[in-house]
């Protein structure tokens, strides 16, 4: 059974940063490409990031280029987003997702990213 788990949010200062992190299970992590997407209170999901499975491509919301970085460790079926320079716009619950962009087939159950001071 395939599955995803987040972890890594949490509160932060606006300028702050955090790593998230997503454990995938059930399913070649390897063959797949992965996002992350995010839902703010009130508002519809939207992209993020996301990291093809071979080439390493990357591709970046505007709302987050320059700041947010994906990665994946394939050896350890884990996905990772970095967040540096934290903007309160940037609160939301946080998804990892099987599949590039919007086309996604599987999503996790969140994590909390809280921008406040």
């Known amino acids: 059974q395939a599955n995803l788990v987040e972890s890594g949010g949490g509160l932060v200062q606006p300028g702050g940063s955090l790593r998230l992190s997503c454990a995938a299970s059930?399913?070649?992590?390897?063959?797949?490409?992965m996002s992350w997407v995010r839902q703010a209170p009130g508002k519809a999901l939207e992209w993020v990031s996301s990291i093809d499975s071979g080439s390493g491509r990357v591709s970046y919301s505007e709302s987050v280029q320059g700041r947010f970085t994906i990665s994946r460790v394939n050896a350890e079926n884990t996905l990772y987003l970095q967040m540096n320079s934290l903007k309160p716009e940037d609160t939301a619950l946080y998804f990892c997702?099987?599949?590039?962009?919007?086309?996604?087939?599987?999503r996790g159950q969140g994590t909390q990213v809280t921008v406040s001071s």
């Open positions: 997702a099987k599949g590039w962009r919007s086309s996604i087939s599987l």
């Open positions: 059930g399913f070649t992590f390897s063959n797949s490409a």
